[in-house]
T-cell receptor
Framework: DGGITQSPKYLFRKEGQNVTLSCEQN?????MYWYRQDPGQGLRLIYY???????QKGDIAEGYSVSREKKESFPLTVTSAQKNPTAFYLC????????????FGSGTRLTVV | GENVEQHPSTLSVQEGDSAVIKCTYS??????FPWYKQELGKGPQLIID?????GEKKDQRIAVTLNKTAKHFSLHITETQPEDSAVYFC??????????FGKGTMLLVSP
């Protein structure tokens, strides 16, 4: 079955460390997105990519970095510059062109210890 | 850019009652409006969507209505059940690269 897979489900980070969250999709979607969700909050856009080797900053890109070397993969790195990284991170993808909904992954919960 | 506002932020109903969640949007160019259900600790799931050439769409107990003139759309859930308890998000697509989401509604259905 086609879908979008995020790993790991839970991740713990020490102060000053960089960590990378994985997002892989086999839906043949061109566009991929990363969102951050804090308790009781909505979805805030971190980065998105519409095509391989290209990506754009969202509303809260500071302290994060991404790459898009393959159509199927869009990893997110949370750097030590992100001062408050504890949150639930969601990856999504969709068909590019026309109006379509996102398919979301199951999320990664990142906690700073 | 697009702005989507969602109300109410929380909604409590008794099992069997109906629930209505409303969203307004700002960009008249928006032409696609999905609704997502997010259960605790999971990713949002698309439950229904509507395009601007349609005024209403139904899928069993859920329906969405769209009023393009007033720029608002609503999610209707009838005969609510405890498993309907979740956070619901509306969104609008005005043709930019991303969907614009509302801030979510926490629906609690009490047995």
């Amino acid at each position: 079955d086609g879908g979008i897979t995020q790993s790991p489900k839970y991740l713990f980070r020490k102060e000053g460390q960089n960590v990378t969250l994985s997002c892989e999709q086999n839906l043949n979607h061109d566009a991929m997105y990363w969102y951050r969700q804090d308790p009781g909050q909505g979805l805030r856009l971190i980065y998105y990519s519409q095509i391989v080797n290209d990506f754009q900053k969202g509303d809260i890109a500071e302290g994060y970095s991404v790459s898009r070397e393959k159509k199927e993969s869009f990893p997110l790195t949370v750097t030590s510059a992100q001062k408050n990284p504890t949150a639930f991170y969601l990856c999504a993808s969709r068909i590019q062109g026309g109006s379509y909904g996102y398919t979301f992954g199951s999320g990664t919960r990142l906690t700073v210890v | 850019g697009e702005n989507v506002e969602q109300h109410p932020s929380t909604l409590s109903v008794q099992e069997g009652d109906s629930a209505v969640i409303k969203c307004t949007y700002s960009d008249s160019a928006s032409n696609y409006f999905p609704w997502y259900k997010q259960e605790l600790g999971k990713g949002p799931q698309l439950i229904i969507d509507i395009r601007s050439n349609v005024g209403e769409k139904k899928d069993q107990r859920i329906a969405v209505t769209l009023n393009k003139t007033a720029k608002h759309f609503s999610l209707h859930i009838t005969e609510t059940q405890p498993e309907d308890s979740a956070v619901y998000f509306c969104a609008g697509d005005s043709g930019y690269s991303t969907l614009t989401f509302g801030k979510g509604t926490m629906l609690l259905v009490s047995p």
